[in-house]
């Protein structure tokens, strides 16, 4: 029973310092900007977004389906912003998990821990100059994915996932590589 401890601990250091990243993100990004956001995320719904925005559909889609049963009780603004904050956060825990995960395939817990610290933190350094970006959230447990995919050769999985990372951002086809 010990080393499941020991495993649920990690995890669970894990998740904390992706909320600490996801709380930096909200407090830089989301809460100043959240006003420009919802002009942009409401123009690549409508199809009228500039180049290329316009083919980034993954997560707009995804804000619009967390936001949806809200759009009946709150303001569009509103219902966006709670839809945005909770893809945000969903992201952001998808890629610290995924790679660690990835780094756990090469190194002990303690080194892979280290190497999310690092992602955490240069995260939060690199959201200060962010804006509407929400697939730059989940791209890099896109990519973990796939490397870890590709390790235990579960291809069939590797084009699926690059299917929904083309759908997030069109460097997604990168992941086949």
Same mark, same amino acid.
């Given at each position: 029973?010990?080393?499941? &401890?020991? /495993? ?52 707009? &889609?995804? /804000?619009?389906? &967390? ?79 796939? /490397? /870890? ?17 083309? &759908? ?10």
């Amino acid at each position: 029973m010990r080393p499941l &401890l020991g /495993i649920v601990r990690v995890e669970g250091v894990v998740l904390a310092w992706g909320f600490a990243a996801f709380y930096i993100f909200l407090m830089q990004v989301i809460a100043p900007g959240y006003k420009g956001a919802f002009e942009l995320f409401g123009q690549i719904l409508n199809r009228s977004a500039p180049s290329p925005y316009a083919y980034r559909v993954l997560a707009p &889609l995804l /804000i619009e389906a &967390l936001a949806a049963p809200l759009s009946g009780l709150l303001k569009p603004q509103t219902a966006f912003l709670v839809g945005y904050s909770v893809y945000c956060l969903a992201a952001i825990e998808f890629s610290t998990v995924i790679l660690f995960r990835m780094l756990r395939l090469w190194f002990d817990a303690m080194l892979a821990l280290f190497g999310i610290a690092m992602f955490c933190f240069m995260f939060a350094v690199a959201a200060r100059h962010e804006y509407f970006q929400p697939w730059s959230l989940i791209e890099t447990g896109f990519y973990a994915a796939a /490397i /870890i995919l590709g390790v235990r050769r579960h291809f069939g999985w590797a084009v699926m996932l690059t299917v929904a990372a083309a &759908l997030n951002r069109e460097t997604g086809l990168f992941v086949a590589l």
